[in-house]
């Protein structure tokens, strides 16, 4: 099936933790993205990357970046997580007028 | 910054009725996006217009781009339908991405069978 992942789903961790999201597509895309949404289901864009290179950043706390090995991949790795990064992390991918989206990770900080 | 304002914020409707959900921005847009996010949690990219209307099944969007303003309807609506429906523009500073984007705060859609 030709789709956009990510693991894992769930992601439950304690404060102070590293931890990373991985994301594919393997629809030959060349930009994917990070959306974030909060506890009131608002989605904010937080990362965009084009044939491997970034090309948006937005106001997100350094402890987030994201890596892209090569064009079918971009992970988000997160440190030292704190109470507020809980939320649901959606990757996505585009080409032209196309726009799809990973599943979807929620992410928990206790 | 694009403030992107949706109405209704929640819509309760029976099957079979015509839905008409609307979308305003504040500043120019060279796109607009029409998103569904199921109650699963799942986000479905519906359309993706610059200019006069689409229709995708019983889906239609309208965007009319002197008045900054889109309108997302579905004919016959179904229990299936029932999600939030998400309006979306490409921010201020873009810099041409179409993907970059600021979201409404959505519309929750309840199709009563």
């Known amino acids: 099936d030709t789709a956009v992942s990510q693991t894992p789903k769930y992601l439950v961790t304690q404060m102070g933790n590293d931890k990373s999201i991985k994301c594919e597509q393997n629809?030959?895309?060349?930009?994917m993205y990070w959306y974030k949404q909060d506890s009131k289901k608002f989605l904010k864009i937080m990362f965009s990357?084009?044939?491997?290179?970034?090309?948006i950043n937005e106001t997100v706390p350094n402890r987030f970046s994201p890596k892209s090995p090569d064009k079918a991949h971009l992970n988000l790795h997160i440190n030292s997580l704190e109470l507020g990064d809980s939320a649901v992390y959606f990757c996505a991918s585009s080409h032209g007028p196309k726009l799809l989206f990973g599943p979807g990770t929620r992410l928990t900080v206790l | 910054k694009n403030e992107v304002e949706q109405s209704p914020q929640n819509l309760t409707a029976q099957e079979g009725e015509f839905i008409t959900i609307n979308c305003s921005y504040s500043v120019g847009i060279s796109a607009l996006h029409w998103l569904q996010q199921h109650p699963g949690g799942g986000i479905v990219s519906l359309f993706m217009?610059?200019?006069g209307k689409k229709k995708h099944g019983r889906l239609i969007a309208t965007i009319n781009i002197q008045e900054k303003h889109s309108s997302l309807h579905i004919t016959a609506s179904h229990p299936r339908d029932s999600a939030v429906y998400i309006c979306?523009?490409?921010?201020?500073?873009?810099?041409?991405?179409?993907?970059?984007?600021?979201f409404g705060k959505g519309t929750l859609l309840t199709v009563n069978p």
């Open positions: 979306a523009v490409p921010a201020r500073n873009s810099g041409g991405s179409n993907y970059k984007l600021t």
């Open positions: 629809l030959g895309h060349d930009t």
């Open positions: 990357y084009n044939n491997k290179e970034l090309i």
């Open positions: 217009l610059s200019s």
